[in-house]
């Protein structure tokens, strides 16, 4: 998300106040081919995103009334809506973005104890709190002309191992809740066949990352169950920064400017 980030925050702050504020008003400047060119082929990328994001989305949409179709009402602690599906196969997933719900079957709660089942929604509740399915679908959207090829698919991968990992960590505040998770994680790694990662905005307990790594980190006592982050830090760097650019705004926009011409005329 980073690319699409700094050139959505680039254009909005720099360039467009840039272009508006030197570009001379001429009506009888023509339109450079090879400009027009990179300009559509760019709308097309960011189009191409936009269209994933959609399907995505949908996807999502109806594998989830699906669920919630055949589904009833479950308490399971949870700050959320849980509901419990009919299926004999075990599974937990984070369903939604704007209204997430929490689906169980049937056969997942029957095959965790009580111990395994509040870790296991633990887990899902940190990736609610974390917005891993507005990240997931942010991604799918995100403009990106790598989209079909094996970097982009395997930096997903990677970005859903980190996503479980930390949820792992979010779920377990001591010994026993570690051990619980991890128990849990085995015994529906075991009951669950292989499938393809989900591509859409849902969060699962064990589709993501490898099962076998996340056992391994939560049964090893000497990594902490949640790192602490010093919070103080992040306004101060922020102010900071907002204050350095509103010092040089100026000149910074009337050097995009003329940098934005240079490169315009080493066009061919």
Do not use: Q
């Not at 899902?124 to 790598?146: Q, S, T, V, Y």
């Amino acid at each position: 998300l980073l690319p699409a980030s700094a050139s959505v925050i680039f254009v909005a702050l720099l360039f467009l106040p840039s272009y508006f504020r030197f570009e001379p008003r001429d009506p009888g400047e023509g339109v450079d081919v090879t400009l027009a060119a990179l300009a559509l082929a760019a709308a097309g990328i960011v189009l191409a995103g936009v269209a994933r994001g959609i399907r995505s989305w949908r996807r999502a949409s109806r594998k989830s009334r699906a669920w919630i179709r055949r589904a009833r009402p479950i308490a399971l602690g949870a700050p959320l809506a849980a509901y419990e599906i009919p299926i004999d196969a075990p599974m937990m997933a984070l369903a939604g973005v704007i209204r997430p719900r929490l689906i169980v079957t049937r056969g997942l709660v029957g095959a965790l104890t009580a111990e395994e089942l509040r870790a296991s929604v633990a887990h899902e509740i940190g990736h609610w709190r974390a917005l891993d399915n507005l990240k997931r679908l942010a991604m799918r959207a995100a403009p990106d002309f790598l989209f079909a090829t094996r970097a982009a698919s395997a930096i997903e991968s990677r970005w859903a191992a980190a996503a479980e990992h930390a949820a792992d960590r979010r779920a377990c505040e001591d010994s026993d809740a570690r051990c619980a998770l991890a128990s849990a994680l085995v015994k529906v790694a075991k009951l669950t066949p292989p499938r393809t990662p989900l591509a859409e905005p849902i969060s699962t307990l064990v589709d993501g990352g490898d099962v076998a790594s996340r056992v391994r980190r939560l049964l090893d006592d000497s990594e902490p169950s949640v790192r602490s982050r010093p919070r103080g830090r992040l306004p101060l760097a922020a102010a900071a920064a907002a204050g350095v650019l509103a010092l040089a705004y100026a000149p910074l926009l009337r050097l995009v400017h003329a940098a934005t011409e240079l490169l315009v005329n080493a066009l061919p």
